[in-house]
Structure formats: structure tokens, C-alpha cells
């Protein structure tokens, strides 16, 4: 197990330029990932947005445990931010975005208003781990394809205003982590969501990550899946390859080709063959 550093050059320019642009910022989304709504937050987010309005979006809500979701709403909601839990891929759900930004700036624009001055737009930050969807949102609100979207991270490398069509306009930036990924914990559940690229940690660990987080939470998705039978004290691990590798046609001359079947647990949770989970359950 060691510490993961990862803050590439242009995650570091982003946040000294977001830092420049905060005299224009009315609004921060920050985007997080429902499966991860706790490891996928920027851990120094004040830092960057100090006291603007937020919203903190969750999203993939099609790929989430929705209960678990909705438990995570209710903590951050306690603790005085604004939460949507969204599929981004659903106009209603881009429309609550828009409907809570405009709420959260009703009292800025009614002054405006008393003064005979007319509404002002909304200039929004947006912000996020990699892949969590900020460029499907922006993409969505703005009406049309601007920036590029991937199941990978490190996708977004500059620092853009983009008009939407209701009146808010956004400000993208790269997906943004902090220097030092800590616990461990924090670096595999990123890893097995694909916000790091899963280089940086041995593969074989995020899938072990993977299983035993099935078998911890999700028990059920584990035998339907892979045929495992869940064990509530410990996973035997070397029985669980064992099993895939053999549905996979992964044991060449009585081995298991442990890197493939990895690899397959990994894929099955990027390929979105596993729904419905929640890895962070300690609120």
C-alpha cells in the first residue's frame, strides 16, 4: 500500500487561474460522483471557491444505489449546501441545475431589479474530480458539443467561459485532485470509478478493492455477477479468481491469468455491467 501523488501540471495552472477568474464567479457547481460522493470531493475546495454559493451535483444517478444516494443528500444538506442528485443525460434533471441556480441568486437579481438595472447573468465555476461529467453538463446547458467528453480522466486541459441558453454562463476547468490521495481507501474508490488513471495503483488491487467492496455492500451483485458466493467475514480471494477466471476461460495450463480477470472486474464496473452501488457508506 503506498501513498498516490498525482497532480499533473495543468490541474495546478487550472487552480491558480480559477483562483484569478473569482471576482467574476457568482455560483460554484461542484460535481461529484454518486457511487463516490465522498471520495470524489475535493478535499480543499474552500480553498478555491472561499464563500461562493454552491451546489454540490451528484451524478451517474442511473448508476448509483439511489437509498445510499439519498443518504449522502441528506448529510451534506445537514451541513448547509445545496444537493441535486442528477443523470445528466435527463433535461429534467440539467433543468433542477438551472431552477436551483436561479434560486440561489434571487436575491442578488431582486436588488438589481430595485435599482432599474436589468438581471444580470449567472456566471457559474465548474468543478470536479475527472470524470465525474463536468463536460456532459456543460455540453448540456450550453445546447451543443463543447467540451470533450471521456470515460477517462485528464480529458479537459484548459480554462473556458461558455454562454448557455438560460441565461447562466460557465466556466469549465480540468478535473481537479488534490496533491496527496489519502487513505488508501480514497485512491482505490477513485481508481475503480476511473477518476485516476488505474496505472497509477496496481490493477490487481482496485479489482481486489472492487470484490470486497461487493461483498461488504452488495452481496446480491457479487453472485449474480461472477457466481460468487459472499462470505459476511472475509472474501477468499484466491476461490473468487478462481470462479471468474473459469466463467472467462482465464486459466491457461491450471494458472489463473490473475491480470485478465482484474482487468475484467475493472471493466465491469467502467463498462457499467455493475449499477447500483455506493462505495462510500461511512458518512
Do not use: C
Amino acid at each position: 500500500m503506498t501513498n498516490i501523488n498525482w497532480y499533473p501540471g495543468h490541474m495546478a495552472k487550472a487552480k491558480r487561474l480559477m483562483q484569478k477568474e473569482y471576482k467574476h464567479i457568482d455560483v460554484v457547481y461542484e460535481l461529484v460522483d454518486s457511487r463516490i460522493p465522498k471520495s470524489s470531493k475535493i478535499a480543499n475546495i474552500y480553498d478555491i471557491i472561499g464563500n461562493k454559493p454552491k451546489i454540490l451535483i451528484m451524478t451517474k444517478k442511473d448508476l448509483t444505489d439511489e437509498e445510499m444516494a439519498k443518504r449522502w443528500i441528506k448529510y451534506y444538506e445537514n451541513l448547509g449546501t445545496k444537493t441535486i442528485l442528477v443523470d445528466l443525460n435527463k433535461d429534467e434533471d440539467i433543468l433542477k441545475i438551472v431552477k436551483a441556480t436561479h434560486e440561489l441568486m434571487q436575491n442578488i437579481q431582486a436588488k438589481r431589479s430595485e435599482k432599474g438595472l436589468m438581471k444580470k447573468d449567472i456566471r457559474v465555476l465548474v468543478v470536479g474530480i475527472p470524470n465525474v461529467g463536468k463536460s456532459t453538463l456543460i455540453n448540456k446547458m450550453v445546447g451543443k458539443k463543447v467540451a470533450a467528453v471521456g470515460n477517462r480522466p485528464g480529458v479537459t486541459k484548459g480554462l473556458v467561459w461558455l454562454n448557455t441558453k438560460h441565461n447562466i454562463i460557465l466556466l469549465d476547468t480540468p478535473g481537479l485532485l488534490w496533491p496527496k490521495l489519502e487513505p488508501q481507501e480514497v485512491a482505490l474508490n477513485l481508481a475503480s470509478f476511473s477518476a485516476i488513471k488505474t496505472e497509477i495503483l496496481d490493477e490487481n488491487e482496485v479489482a481486489v478493492h472492487i470484490l470486497q467492496k461487493l461483498n461488504k455492500y452488495y452481496p446480491d451483485k457479487l453472485k449474480e455477477r461472477y457466481g460468487i458466493l459472499p462470505n459476511p467475514v472475509e472474501l477468499d480471494l484466491k476461490e473468487a479468481y478462481q470462479t471468474i477466471a473459469q466463467s472467462m476461460g482465464a486459466i491457461r495450463g491450471g494458472e489463473v491469468d490473475y491480470e485478465k480477470v482484474s482487468q475484467k472486474i475493472i471493466n465491469d464496473i467502467k463498462g457499467e455491467y455493475i449499477k447500483g452501488v455506493v462505495f462510500d457508506h461511512e458518512l
